[in-house]
C-alpha cells in the first residue's frame, strides 16, 4: 500500500471517530490521570454504557496538560463539539452520561471548555482558559487529542508526511532544513541540533547509530513521559528522518523503567510502524532501512549523561568518560553516534511537516520555536505547558500557572533540576531562553519548572538537591564523589542548627573544586542550586547559622510547637494523636507539650480543629506559656503567662 | 568480589529467607542453611535456564538478563549471578558491578508489597517528607528495609515524573497521586486487602 492510500485509510478512521454518528468518550489516562483516578472513571464509564446498553466509542488519551484538573474526560457527541470535562469522579461519570449523553444537558457547570468548532451555551472554547490561552503547542498538538496506540490518529493528523518527505530528500538538504529552523536540543545543553547531526553525517565509517534519550531523571520534570505517553509516534517519526539524514541503520530508545506506561506505549507504536513497513527494510519502498530497539532503564540518574547512557547500553556501569572523542565521532561500540532528547525528536517531526521557515518564526533571534515545561509545585494549576521562547517566568507562573497556591508569596522558582538553581522574583520578567537562565546563575535543562512558595525553605532545597546528586553519583571522579558528600555534610549541620559562620565559604568554596574536578554534567552542575540559593537567599542562611532558626519553618531540628493557652479548648484532640505521648493535659485543661519528648512530626498542628487553632509552630523563639498544664481561663495566671 | 559471593552475599540472603526455617529443621544452623541454598540453587537453575534460552550471550544483554531475573525472582540470587556471568562470558566481578551500580537491582529478596514513595523536587516541596514518616510509621520499617514477614518494602524513589499530582506514592501499577498523611493508612489498606 502507497502512503497516499495508507493516508486515506486513517483519515476515513479519524473522521468517524470525530463526525459519525456514534458518540466518542475521551478519557486523559496518562500516568497523571491514572493517579488522579482515571482507572475508577474508565471502569465507571464502561459500566454506565454496559447497563444502559449505550453505543459509544471509549478511547484512551494521553494529556492534555490540564494536570490539576485530571482527571479528564472528553465527549464527543454527533454534531456538537468536543466538550472537556475536569475533575471527573465515577459519580461524575453516570451524571454526564445521564443529563448529557442520553438527555443533551451538556452540564456547562462541570464543563471546563469545548473544542473545535461550533459554540456551547455556557461553556468557554477550552484554548480560551487561563492556562492554554498563551500556549503554542506545537510539539505538544496531538497529545490528549489522539489515541497514543492508533497510528493512523496520527497519520490523520499529518504524521509520516515528514517522512515522506525526507525520504525525497538529500540527507544534507534534510540537515540543512533543521539547520535552517534554529532548532537546539532540548535535552538541556542546547546545542544547534542540525550541526550535531551533521558531525556526525560527516564523521567516517559504515556504521553509524542514532539514540533518543528518554531517561528523564531530573526530579520535578515529566514532559517527556507525557509526550511519550501522549505521542509516541512523533518521537519515532522524528528518529527515522534523523536517521536518514545522519545515514544510522540502527537507533536506540533509551526509557527509564520508572516509566512504564511510555514504555508500553513505545511497544505499541513499534509494532504498529512495523506493520505499516514504516520502519525496516526498505522502508516505503525507498533504499532507507532503519531498525529501532527499546532498551529500559535501570535506576541512575547519571545514565541521562550521553556517554553514560551509550555505556548502559552495552550492558555496562552507567559511567560517563572524558570527550573527547564525542559520540558523533566514537560513540555507541566505537562507532559514530547522535543522541538526542526526547522533544527534540518530536520537535523534527514537526518541523519537517510544516517547515523550517514556519517554525523559526516562533522563539526569540537565539533559541528558536518552543519548549514544553512541567510546571509543578506550589502553584495553583500543575500541569505540561509548552511556550514560545522569550515569554516571562511570570506569564508561565502567574496567567498559566494561575498564581502561587492558596494565596501565598512566591520565593523562588527552580529550573533545571538538580543541575539547575533556584531563581528570586527579581527575576521573574526575564524572557526566557537558554542564554538568560544561565546567566542568571540556572540552567534550562530539560523543562522541569518547581514553583516554591513562602513555605519553602531554600537551605532545606539545597540540601535535597545535594542528597539526589551525592546518592546519584557514579563516584568516578573524586571531587563529585567525595565534594558533594562533604557538601552534604556541612548543609545537614546548618538545616539541624550546627551551622559555623564559615560554613558559607567553605560551601563556595567546595562548589567550585566540584565544577572544577568533574568529568560529566552531573558533578559541573552539581553545586549550582546550592550556590544559586547562596547567592539569592543568604540571609535564609545566615537566619541558620547564626540565630539558629528557619524562616520557612521547615527544617525540623529548628522548629518547636507549641499549645497556645488562650485558644486550648482542652478537648484532648491532639493528646491522642501524638505517637510520642509527648502532650500532657486532661479534658477542660490547657494542654503542653513535652519538648523533650516531641518528636516535632506535626500530628497535633494537623489536628488540632481549625477553629480553636491552638498548635503553633515556632522558630527560633518561645512564646510565653505555662510549663504544666492548668485548667481553662487560669493560663494568664501562671508565671510563664506574665512573661 | 569473591568475599561478596562467599560470605556477604550468604550472610546478607541467607538470613532473610531460609534463617528462619533452617533453624527449626537444625538448630545449629549453618549446615542446614547450606543444604537450602543448594536447594534452592537448582530450583534458581531452572528457572534461569528458560530465562536465558531467549538471549544470545552478548554483553549488552546483561542489564536485560538482570531485569528478568529480577521480575522472576523478585532479586538478583547469587547462584543466577554467577550463572549469568558463565553465559555472557564476562567476570562475575563485572555482573555484580552491574547489579549493584543500578537502583533498580536488590540482592535480597523484597517484601511482596514495595511502597515506593517519591522524594522529587515537587513531592518534596508538597510535603513529601511527611507522606514519608507516616508510612514508615505505619510499617516500622525505613527506606530500603522490608517487614520482618516480608510482607512490606519501602522504597524512596527519585522521582516518578508525576510532579503534576504531587505528593505521590507508588505500590505495585497503581500511582496514588494528591496524598496526604492522612490518606496514608487507607492506601496502605487497599494494599493489604489486594494480597
Known amino acids: ?643 | 568480589m569473591g568475599g561478596y559471593f562467599e560470605d556477604a552475599y550468604f550472610k546478607a540472603v541467607s538470613r532473610e529467607t531460609v534463617n528462619s526455617e533452617c533453624e527449626m529443621a537444625n538448630p545449629s544452623g549453618a549446615q542446614g542453611t547450606q543444604a537450602l541454598l543448594a536447594e534452592q540453587g537448582t530450583i534458581v537453575e531452572e528457572r534461569l535456564n528458560e530465562i536465558l534460552s531467549s538471549y544470545e550471550g552478548r554483553e549488552d544483554e546483561l542489564i536485560p538478563i538482570l531485569q528478568q531475573v529480577q521480575q522472576g525472582f523478585g532479586y538478583l540470587p547469587e547462584p543466577a549471578l554467577k550463572k549469568i556471568a558463565k553465559f555472557l562470558k564476562l567476570p562475575a566481578s563485572t555482573v555484580f558491578g552491574v547489579g549493584t551500580f543500578y537502583a533498580q537491582f536488590k540482592l535480597v529478596p523484597s517484601g511482596r508489597n514495595i511502597i515506593k514513595v517519591c522524594r522529587g523536587t515537587a513531592c518534596h516541596v508538597r510535603g513529601a517528607t511527611g507522606i514519608l514518616g507516616e508510612v514508615k510509621r505505619q510499617l516500622g520499617i525505613g527506606p530500603g528495609e522490608s517487614t520482618p514477614d516480608l510482607e512490606y518494602s519501602l522504597e524512596a524513589i527519585a522521582c516518578f515524573g508525576s510532579c503534576a499530582l504531587a505528593p505521590v506514592v507508588v505500590i505495585g501499577h497503581n500511582v496514588y497521586g494528591r496524598m496526604t498523611p492522612a490518606r496514608v493508612k487507607e492506601v496502605l489498606g487497599n494494599v493489604g486487602g489486594e494480597k
Not at chain 1, 489522539?146 to 499529518?158: E, K, L, Q, S, V
Not at chain 1, 533509551?254 to 507504536?269: G, S
Request: glycine share 12%; charged share 20%; aromatic share 6%.
Open chain 1, 1 to 643: 500500500m502507497s502512503f497516499a492510500d495508507i493516508q486515506k485509510r486513517a483519515i476515513a478512521e479519524w473522521d468517524a471517530l470525530r463526525h459519525g454518528p456514534t458518540p466518542g468518550i475521551l478519557v486523559g489516562a496518562g500516568t497523571c490521570g491514572r493517579a488522579a483516578g482515571a482507572e475508577a472513571v474508565l471502569a465507571e464509564i464502561d459500566r454506565e454504557l454496559t447497563q444502559r446498553n449505550i453505543d459509544a466509542i471509549v478511547m484512551q488519551v494521553g494529556c492534555v496538560g490540564l494536570c490539576y484538573a485530571e482527571p479528564l474526560v472528553d465527549i464527543i457527541k454527533p454534531g456538537r463539539p468536543r466538550i472537556c470535562y475536569g475533575n471527573v469522579t465515577p459519580e461524575i461519570v453516570a451524571q454526564l452520561i445521564e443529563d448529557y449523553l442520553v438527555k443533551g444537558n451538556p452540564r456547562s457547570d462541570l464543563a471546563l471548555g469545548t473544542i473545535g468548532h461550533g459554540v456551547v451555551d455556557g461553556i468557554p472554547n477550552l484554548f480560551e482558559l487561563p492556562m492554554l490561552k498563551s500556549q503554542v503547542r506545537i510539539v505538544l498538538h496531538n497529545c490528549g487529542f489522539i489515541n497514543p496506540t492508533n497510528i493512523n490518529h496520527y497519520i490523520a493528523c499529518g504524521g509520516y508526511s515528514g517522512l515522506v518527505k525526507a525520504l525525497d530528500m538529500k540527507p544534507e538538504q534534510i540537515i540543512e532544513e533543521i539547520k535552517r529552523s534554529g532548532l537546539r536540543g532540548r535535552g538541556g545543553a542546547g546545542f544547534p541540533t542540525g550541526q550535531k547531526w551533521e558531525f556526525c553525517r560527516k564523521s567516517p565509517g559504515k556504521e553509524k547509530y542514532i539514540i533518543c534519550n528518554a531517561d528523564e531523571g531530573d526530579p520535578g520534570a515529566f514532559m517527556n513521559r507525557s509526550l511519550l505517553e501522549g505521542d509516541p509516534y512523533s518521537v519515532l517519526e522524528g528518529m527515522l528522518i534523523g536517521a536518514r539524514a545522519i545515514g544510522a541503520k540502527v537507533g536506540y530508545i533509551y526509557c527509564r523503567a520508572e516509566y512504564p506506561l511510555a514504555l508500553e506505549r513505545l511497544r505499541i507504536a513499534l509494532e504498529k510502524l512495523e506493520e505499516y513497513r514504516l520502519i525496516g527494510d526498505n522502508i516505503l519502498d525507498s533504499d532507507f532501512s532503519f531498525h529501532l530497539k527499546i532498551k529500559e532503564g535501570a535506576g541512575a540518574f547519571v545514565c541521562g549523561e550521553e556517554t553514560a547512557l551509550m555505556a548502559s547500553i552495552e550492558g555496562k556501569r552507567g559511567m560517563p568518560r572524558s570527550r573527547p572523542p564525542f559520540p558523533a565521532v566514537s560513540g555507541l561500540w566505537g562507532k559514530p553516534t547522535n543522541i538526542n532528547n526526547v522533544e527534540t525528536w518530536a520537535s523534527v517531526a514537526i518541523i519537517m511537516q510544516k517547515g523550517a521557515d514556519w517554525y523559526a518564526n516562533y522563539g526569540t533571534e537565539g533559541s528558536k520555536g518552543t519548549k514544553t515545561f512541567s510546571l509543578a509545585g506550589k502553584v495553583e494549576r500543575t500541569g505540561l505547558i509548552e511556550v514560545p521562547f522569550g515569554m516571562t517566568m511570570r506569564q508561565i507562573i502567574c496567567e498559566i500557572g494561575g498564581g502561587i497556591l492558596a494565596g501565598k508569596r512566591f520565593k523562588a522558582v527552580q529550573t533545571g533540576g538538580p543541575s539547575g538553581g533556584c531563581l528570586p522574583s527579581d527575576f521573574l520578567d526575564t524572557p526566557i531562553d537558554y542564554d538568560s537562565l544561565t546567566s542568571a546563575g540556572s540552567i534550562m535543562g530539560s523543562g522541569g519548572i518547581v514553583v516554591m512558595d513562602e513555605d519553602t525553605c531554600m537551605v532545606d532545597v539545597a540540601r535535597f538537591f545535594l542528597s539526589f546528586v551525592q546518592l546519584e553519583s557514579c563516584g568516578k571522579c573524586i571531587p563529585c564523589r567525595w565534594g558533594t558528600k562533604q557538601m552534604l555534610d556541612i548543609l545537614e549541620d546548618i538545616t539541624n542548627g550546627r551551622g559555623k559562620p564559615v560554613d558559607i565559604e567553605l560551601l563556595q568554596e567546595l562548589a567550585q573544586s566540584v565544577k572544577d574536578g568533574s568529568l560529566c554534567g552531573l558533578g559541573q552542575t552539581a553545586p549550582n542550586p546550592v550556590l544559586t540559593s547562596i547567592r539569592y537567599f543568604r540571609d535564609e542562611y545566615r537566619a541558620h547559622i547564626e540565630e539558629k532558626r528557619c524562616p520557612a519553618l521547615v527544617c525540623n531540628a529548628l522548629i518547636s510547637y507549641y499549645i497556645d493557652p488562650e485558644k486550648c479548648q482542652g478537648c484532648m484532640i491532639c493528646l491522642r494523636a501524638c505517637p510520642a505521648g509527648a502532650i500532657k493535659g486532661g479534658k477542660r485543661v490547657v494542654h503542653v507539650i513535652d519538648q523533650d519528648k516531641c518528636t516535632k512530626c506535626g500530628n497535633c498542628l494537623n489536628v488540632c480543629p481549625p477553629r480553636f487553632g491552638a498548635v503553633i509552630k515556632t522558630s527560633g523563639e518561645k512564646p510565653a506559656i505555662p510549663e504544666e498544664p492548668v485548667p481553662i481561663g487560669f493560663a494568664g495566671n501562671t508565671d510563664a503567662g506574665q512573661q
